[in-house]
Antibody, heavy 120, light 108 residues
Framework: QLQLQESGPGLVKASETLSLTCTVS??????????WGWIRQPPGKGLEWIGS???????YYNPSLKSRLTISVDTSKNQFSLKLSSVTAADTAIYYC????????????WGQGTLVTVSS | EIVLTQSPATLSLSPGERATLSCRAS??????LAWYQQIPGQAPRLLIY???YRATGIPARFSGSGSGTDFTLTISSLEPEDFAVYYC??????????FGGGTKVEIK
């Protein structure tokens, strides 16, 4: 059964870089049929797509975050990662990693989410 | 950027009642619209994709309809576990994905 697990610091200082890793089990991240992505949700608010990556390395970023964002994949570890630089309080959110279908581009599997708080 | 507007923001209903949720797109997304359910403290769950197709394991009381700019999620008879927040999501301009602001279905 597919499982996705986010990991990384729960507290990041303003102006620093937020780094998270998603470990995938039960499926190969090298599957050509899927993208792997990140979605976030500020406390009490709605969902925002951050960006996605294919195992080939092709990346797709939310234009509003693109200048601060890097998503990468490590097929040897079956992991993909998120780095968001120059964070502010507005980046405080639950961060979810997810598997996204390539043919029908929907989010079929989600991690449980991890809360990242940006402190001043 | 395609903006999705969901209405109402909150829907107060009793178990057994019918729920009708709306999602309107700022421009046509064809039928490239999905619906998700989020129970507090949990990750969202895919309910409907391509406007009207139920995802695996989703009960038949959930149905979706619409095309172009206007979409509806209907829950035919609310069960206690259906009280949650529902989001629509479009993929028309992939590689960008956008979500609506959500509709909370609460117990009246």
């Amino acid at each position: 059964q597919l499982q996705l697990q986010e990991s990384g610091p729960g507290l990041v200082k303003a102006s620093e870089t937020l780094s998270l890793t998603c470990t995938v089990s039960g499926d190969s991240i090298s599957s050509s049929s899927y993208y792997w992505g990140w979605i976030r949700q500020p406390p009490g608010k709605g969902l925002e797509w951050i960006g996605s990556i294919h195992y080939s390395g092709s990346t797709y970023y939310n234009p509003s975050l693109k200048s601060r964002l890097t998503i990468s994949v490590d097929t040897s570890k079956n992991q993909f990662s998120l780095k968001l630089s120059s964070v502010t309080a507005a980046d405080t959110a639950i961060y979810y990693c997810a598997r996204i279908g390539m043919i029908v581009v929907v989010i079929g599997y989600w991690g449980q989410g991890t809360l990242v708080t940006v402190s001043s | 950027e395609i903006v999705l507007t969901q209405s109402p923001a909150t829907l107060s209903l009793s178990p057994g009642e019918r729920a009708t949720l709306s999602c309107r797109a700022s421009q046509s997304v064809s039928t490239y619209l999905a619906w998700y359910q989020q129970i507090p403290g949990q990750a969202p769950r895919l309910l409907i994709y391509d406007a009207s197709y139920r995802a695996t394991g989703i009960p038949a009381r959930f149905s979706g309809s619409g095309s172009g700019t206007d979409f509806t999620l209907t829950i035919s008879s609310l069960e206690p576990e259906d009280f949650a927040v529902y989001y629509c999501q479009q993929r028309s301009n992939w590689p960008a994905l956008t979500f609506g602001g959500g509709t909370k279905v609460e117990i009246k």
